[in-house]
């Protein structure tokens, strides 16, 4: 069973800095995608970032460009995204997805498996 745990949600200030992390488990895929999502209440969830694991290619949603960054350690099986400026905006649940194919996509519906998510909240 694939299982994926976010960590380092939490409290901080505008302008701030936090990094989240996907542990993941439970497979043995070749290629593999992990993605970033975010989501308030009563709305969508929105693609944050993704990275293709298998040849580091990234794609960033425009609101975030610039302020954070997706990386990884494969040898732990983990996927940070490093979010530095911290706004407001950014006050989410944050949930990490994992697809099993080397795609590139902030399209939830790629996504086959998914973590519980980790509130970030960004005081002003």
């Known amino acids: 069973e694939v299982l994926l745990v976010e960590s380092g949600g939490g409290l901080v200030q505008a302008g701030g800095s936090l990094r989240l992390s996907c542990a993941a488990s439970?497979?043995?895929?070749?290629?593999?995608?992990v993605g970033w999502f975010r989501q308030a209440p009563g709305k969508e969830r929105e693609g944050v970032s993704c990275?293709?694991?298998?040849?580091?290619?990234?794609l960033y949603a425009d609101s975030v460009k610039g302020r954070f960054t997706i990386s990884s350690d494969n040898a732990k099986n983990t996927v940070y995204l490093q979010k530095n400026s911290l706004k407001p905006e950014d006050k989410d649940v944050y949930y990490c997805?994992?697809?099993?194919?080397?795609?590139?996509?902030?399209?939830?519906?790629?996504?086959?498996?998914w973590g519980e998510g980790t509130q970030v909240t960004v005081s002003s």
């Open positions: 439970g497979f043995a895929f070749d290629e593999y995608a």
């Open positions: 990275l293709v694991i298998s040849d580091g290619r990234k």
């Open positions: 997805a994992l697809t099993a194919f080397s795609i590139q996509t902030m399209d939830a519906a790629d996504y086959g498996y």
